[in-house]
Structure formats: C-alpha cells, structure tokens
C-alpha cells in the first residue's frame, strides 16, 4: 500500500444494525426492523459519517458534501436520518427539521426564519437536515411570494463554499422534479453540495 492510500475504517456493521434495531423499536414500535435491501445503503451512510475515506473514493462519496437522501414515500427516509443522528458522532450531529415547519415558520416571522436556517456562527456553526423538501409550496408574507427552501438552498450553498459546512436533506423527488420546483440555479448548487444516496425505486412503505 502507498503512502497515500488510507486503510478502511473498521465499521461494526453488524452492531450498527442491531443498535439501529432497538433504537428505532424504542421509538416507533416493535415491528420495527432494518430491511435486507437497505444494507448496502445504510452501509454506505456509514463510510460517510465514520469518514471512511478508503470506502468514500471507492464508492465515489465525497466527504466534504452533505447528504442528499431520496427514495419513495414511506421507504424511511426520515426514520433513518432521525435514528443516524443519534450515533455518538458529535462532530456529525444536526437539527432534522421539516421543510412544511420552516416554511410555516416563515409565515409567522418572514425572512428571519430563512436567515435562522442559513446564518454562519462561529460560535456554533449550525448544520440541518431538512426533511420532505419538495413537499412545501411558496409561501407569501405581507403579501410578497417566496420560494423559501430555494432561497435557503442558495444561501446554505454560500455557507458550503465559504465556510465548509454542510447540508442534509430528504426527497422524494427526482432531480428533474427539484429543477422544476427550484430552479435550474438551485439545482445546479444542490449538485456541488451533495452525495447522493438513494433507496431502491422498489423500496417498499415500510409504514404498511
């Protein structure tokens, strides 16, 4: 091995899989279980939160982005953000918050709710995971009509490139249904801020 080849990182998978397991039991229900079909996902979820930089060149992760997570309605897009989060990976920890309460949130105080999800502190450099975008429509305060997650988008992009912080989302849109509702500028920032990560067309409703 060369110099600047790095080792894998040794993930426990089969651990990471039953602390999943239980955790998600404990918060929605004991039918709850990690589906075969998924392994290779959430593996691949695992190479980026564990900075698994032998397994991010090969599976073509680039650890500086943030996580675009897709798939259809009920495959566990948003379970699986919420139970990732709460590994024991401060460095990683992140707000999940629905892009319905930012944009009702928006209605309630206008264009300090955008600045609230798209400032840099650095005291506290905030990073989201914004949940169902896509799923919101835009919203009008005093009267004026915002796309609000797409001028969020734009501004996460400048935090992205001038501070390295990253963003998380979950869609079950296509990228050609984003480009419709966002933009072709948005789309085109969402493809430099993100990896890719996507549940199998044939995902079932893990909610049935």
Known sequence: MSLSEKSPVVIDLENIFQW???KGRANYGKNFKIHPQDYELI???MVYLYRDEYHA???DIDLRKGLLLTGPVGCGKTTLMS???QLDLPSYNYELVSAREI???FMESGHAAIKYYSSFSAKAPQVFCFDDIGTETAMK????????????MLLRYDLFIHHAIPTHITTNLSASELEKLYG????SRMREMFNLFAFGSE???KRA
């Open 203 to 205: 995902a079932a409703d």
């Open 103 to 105: 944009c009702l949130r």
């Open 20 to 22: 999943l397991e239980e």
């Open 57 to 59: 060149n090969k599976y």
């Open 43 to 45: 593996f691949k979820l």
């Open 184 to 187: 072709n500028r948005v789309r």
């Open 141 to 152: 305060y005093f009267g004026n009509e915002t796309n609000v997650m797409g001028e969020i």
């Open 83 to 85: 139970l990732i989060r």
